[in-house]
């Protein structure tokens, strides 16, 4: 068995407050590694053509 294969059969062994627990954590984990993707490549000038659209848009949007 692998250890992946371990680590789900845990994982579906956890009380459900334990699971909700563990799910919370992942959940968390992805947003920080998202966080640190999005600065890393606004750092970069990856998204630079964001601000650019916004911008060019600016004079067509409506306010709400």
């Not at 992946?4 to 947003?31: G, H, M, N, V």
């Amino acid at each position: 068995m692998s250890r992946l294969e371990k680590i789900q059969q845990a994982i579906l062994a956890l009380p459900e407050t334990e699971y909700k627990k563990l799910r919370q954590w992942f959940s968390e984990l992805d947003w920080e590694k998202w966080d640190r993707e999005i600065e890393t490549d606004s750092d970069a000038g990856k998204l630079d053509f964001l601000i650019a659209e916004a911008l060019e848009e600016r004079g067509t949007l409506k306010d709400l």
